[in-house]
C-alpha cells in the first residue's frame, strides 16, 4: 500500500515569501529622462536657498556714545559674500546657508555657524534691518 503526501500544504508554504525591507519612503523617483523639480525654498532666500536674495544686515551690541568704534553687525549680500563689521574693524568673507544654519567663511580663519530665524528677523543674536 502506498502513502500519498497531502501537496496543498507544501504548495502554500512554498507560495509564501516574507520581506523585511520597509516600503519604499517619499515620492517616486522622477521617470528617465526627466528632472525633479527644485525643493521649494523660504520666502527671502535666493531659488537654490543657498544665499538671501536681497542684501540685509544684522546689528547687535554697540560700543558706549562717545567712544571708538560702531555697532556688531553682519552684512549678507545676496551674492553670497558677506562683510561682519566687529565695531570699527570689518571681515570679509563668503556664507551659505544650509537649513537654519549660516556658515560664514573668510580666508584664514575657521568657519562660523550661526542661526538663522525662519522669518530671517535674526542671525544669531543679531537683529535684522535692510542692508543700506
Known amino acids: 500500500m502506498r502513502m500519498r503526501t497531502p501537496l496543498l500544504p507544501l504548495l502554500l508554504a512554498s507560495a509564501c515569501v516574507v520581506t523585511s525591507a520597509p516600503p519604499p519612503q ?7 529622462g526627466t528632472t525633479a523639480p ?4 523660504r520666502p527671502g532666500l535666493s531659488a537654490d536657498g543657498r544665499h538671501l536674495a536681497v542684501d540685509r544686515t544684522f546689528r547687535g551690541r554697540c560700543a558706549p556714545a562717545g567712544s571708538r568704534g560702531g555697532c556688531y553687525e553682519i552684512t549678507l549680500r545676496a551674492d553670497g559674500s558677506y562683510r561682519n563689521l566687529l565695531y570699527d574693524a570689518a571681515i570679509e568673507g563668503s556664507y551659505e546657508i544650509s537649513g537654519a544654519i549660516v556658515t560664514l567663511a573668510c580666508e584664514g580663519g575657521e568657519p562660523q555657524q550661526l542661526e538663522l530665524a525662519p522669518d530671517l528677523s535674526r542671525l544669531g543674536d543679531l537683529e535684522a534691518g535692510t542692508a543700506p
Open 38 to 41: 527644485p525643493p521649494p525654498t
Open 26 to 32: 517619499g515620492p517616486p523617483p522622477p521617470p528617465a
